[in-house]
């Protein structure tokens, strides 16, 4: 291991060190793993440097001038807006330390590679009852239809909507040979004739470089953008329509993956609204209140405030933040874990008229559509339900053990 103090050109104060921490990884692939240094500048303490450790020696200048791209571009030009707090559960906070151990001693999690982990009953159980009971309330309360959609979605959808550009950390995409023979035989020949040395992701990786090409479609990143190309140049029939459908999403999240609560693979059940102005928003604000009833039946703790996408790489990324913030278009359910920590669960979006202009949808009254989504990450939510009740069905809500019991013993008799 290699360690390596990089000083910061310009520091950050304290209150933006966790914008700093969210990207680090996003600098370099070889950052192992990092700490910010703190030095005291009259009263108040700033981050001056970033210790790295890296595997393997490393191009210091470049980390260096990358580091410093990094907090000139996209931390320092964040504004302070105060965390807006709107909501807080009933129930106390209490949690269980060790939940993620012992959910792989148990085999209910089971790790299948980086970011990524199967898992076993009552945790299955949990995630389908938690995701029938979001989906009914978005039944109840709007109608909402059921869709199902693809887990790959065309790149120039991702485009169009911004994401793109936006996030182009998180992006997974998805490649395919060249559709010629020679580039099939090529890529066998590379990948059998590799030196034994080379381990076979290398070797893929270099026959990748010469054979391949970008398949057109990216693994998706969230669900609501199906949703807006379905309805791309179209006019709504009605003021609000409401769509929700449950996907497996991809974000590549470097190193930051933890546990259940930042996975690479994951699955969110999203609603979304589509409509005008007062509707969206009317939308967004009453199934809030639907989901503060929820998680007070489901008996956790928590709360909700004003939050930001980690936008990244994009001139406009703290404009964008600030925004955001400030017109509190993005509110988030925490939910705690152990560690004092708390995991975001829900998030409430509206984006204004950008997506309806980007995908040209219009209401029924000719007017540029507005948009809203609400994404519930069911294994995080799931994770943060068995850290505060326990892993055992038996000291669970009612209603939830109940359910999943029963949907189990019809699992067991088919
Ligand atoms: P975070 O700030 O934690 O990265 P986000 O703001 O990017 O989350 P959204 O894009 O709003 O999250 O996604 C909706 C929900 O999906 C989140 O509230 C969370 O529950 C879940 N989610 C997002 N990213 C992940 C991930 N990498 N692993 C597991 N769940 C995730
Ligand atoms: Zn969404």
């Given at each position: 291991m290699h360690q390596y103090t990089v000083p910061l050109s310009q520091k950050v104060p304290l209150r933006l060190a966790g914008e700093l921490s969210k990207r680090v990884f996003f600098?370099?692939?070889?950052?192992e793993s990092f700490e910010l240094v703190e030095e005291k500048e009259g009263e108040t303490a700033v981050v001056c440097a970033v210790r790295v450790t890296t595997r393997a020696p490393s191009d210091t200048v470049q980390m260096r001038s990358m580091l410093n791209q990094l907090v000139s571009?996209?931390?320092?030009p964040q504004r302070s807006v105060m965390e807006h707090r709107i909501w807080q559960s009933s129930h106390p906070v209490t949690t269980h330390d060790d939940t993620f151990d012992r959910m792989l001693d148990q085999g209910i999690a089971i790790p299948s590679g980086e970011g990524q982990l199967g898992f076993g009953d009552p945790f299955t159980g949990l995630v389908a009852h938690l995701d029938e009971v979001f989906r009914a309330a978005a039944q109840r309360s709007f109608g909402a239809l059921e869709h199902r959609y693809p887990s790959l979605i065309p790149t120039g959808v991702l485009a169009r909507s911004g994401y793109l550009t936006s996030f182009p950390q998180f992006l997974m995409f998805a490649g395919r040979l060249h559709g010629e023979l020679d580039s099939y035989k090529g890529f066998v020949k590379q990948v059998s004739d590799?030196?034994?040395?080379?381990d076979t992701d290398a070797a893929v990786s270099r026959a990748l470089a010469d054979h391949s090409t970008h398949?057109?479609?990216?693994?998706?990143?969230?669900?609501?953008y199906h949703v807006y190309e379905q309805h791309a140049g179209k006019s709504l029939d009605a003021d609000l329509v409401s769509v929700t459908a449950r996907g497996t999403c991809f974000r590549h999240e470097s190193r930051y993956h933890?546990?259940?609560?930042?996975?690479w693979e994951f699955t969110m059940r999203e609603v979304v609204f589509i409509g005008s102005e007062n509707r969206v928003a009317e939308a967004r604000n009453s199934f809030m209140q639907d989901v503060f009833a929820i998680v007070e039946e489901l008996g956790l703790a928590g709360h909700v405030e004003t939050a930001s996408d980690p936008f990244f790489?994009?001139?406009?990324t703290a404009e964008k933040i600030w925004t955001q913030r400030l017109m509190q278009l993005k509110y988030e359910l925490l939910l705690p874990v152990p560690g004092g920590r708390s995991v975001a669960a829900v998030s409430f979006n509206t984006h204004g008229s950008s997506l309806g202009e980007a995908f040209s949808i219009r209401t029924p009254d000719r007017e540029i559509a507005h948009t809203g989504c609400v994404a519930f990450g069911l294994e995080r939510f799931a994770y943060a339900f068995v850290c505060q009740h326990?892993?055992?069905?038996?000291?669970?809500p009612d209603a939830v053990s109940r359910s999943v019991q029963s949907s189990g013993a019809t699992e067991a008799s088919r």
């Amino acid at each position: 291991m290699h360690q390596y103090t990089v000083p910061l050109s310009q520091k950050v104060p304290l209150r933006l060190a966790g914008e700093l921490s969210k990207r680090v990884f996003f600098v370099s692939e070889d950052i192992e793993s990092f700490e910010l240094v703190e030095e005291k500048e009259g009263e108040t303490a700033v981050v001056c440097a970033v210790r790295v450790t890296t595997r393997a020696p490393s191009d210091t200048v470049q980390m260096r001038s990358m580091l410093n791209q990094l907090v000139s571009d996209d931390i320092l030009p964040q504004r302070s807006v105060m965390e807006h707090r709107i909501w807080q559960s009933s129930h106390p906070v209490t949690t269980h330390d060790d939940t993620f151990d012992r959910m792989l001693d148990q085999g209910i999690a089971i790790p299948s590679g980086e970011g990524q982990l199967g898992f076993g009953d009552p945790f299955t159980g949990l995630v389908a009852h938690l995701d029938e009971v979001f989906r009914a309330a978005a039944q109840r309360s709007f109608g909402a239809l059921e869709h199902r959609y693809p887990s790959l979605i065309p790149t120039g959808v991702l485009a169009r909507s911004g994401y793109l550009t936006s996030f182009p950390q998180f992006l997974m995409f998805a490649g395919r040979l060249h559709g010629e023979l020679d580039s099939y035989k090529g890529f066998v020949k590379q990948v059998s004739d590799r030196d034994s040395a080379e381990d076979t992701d290398a070797a893929v990786s270099r026959a990748l470089a010469d054979h391949s090409t970008h398949s057109g479609y990216t693994l998706s990143p969230a669900v609501c953008y199906h949703v807006y190309e379905q309805h791309a140049g179209k006019s709504l029939d009605a003021d609000l329509v409401s769509v929700t459908a449950r996907g497996t999403c991809f974000r590549h999240e470097s190193r930051y993956h933890r546990s259940l609560e930042r996975l690479w693979e994951f699955t969110m059940r999203e609603v979304v609204f589509i409509g005008s102005e007062n509707r969206v928003a009317e939308a967004r604000n009453s199934f809030m209140q639907d989901v503060f009833a929820i998680v007070e039946e489901l008996g956790l703790a928590g709360h909700v405030e004003t939050a930001s996408d980690p936008f990244f790489c994009d001139a406009k990324t703290a404009e964008k933040i600030w925004t955001q913030r400030l017109m509190q278009l993005k509110y988030e359910l925490l939910l705690p874990v152990p560690g004092g920590r708390s995991v975001a669960a829900v998030s409430f979006n509206t984006h204004g008229s950008s997506l309806g202009e980007a995908f040209s949808i219009r209401t029924p009254d000719r007017e540029i559509a507005h948009t809203g989504c609400v994404a519930f990450g069911l294994e995080r939510f799931a994770y943060a339900f068995v850290c505060q009740h326990g892993l055992d069905p038996a000291g669970w809500p009612d209603a939830v053990s109940r359910s999943v019991q029963s949907s189990g013993a019809t699992e067991a008799s088919r």
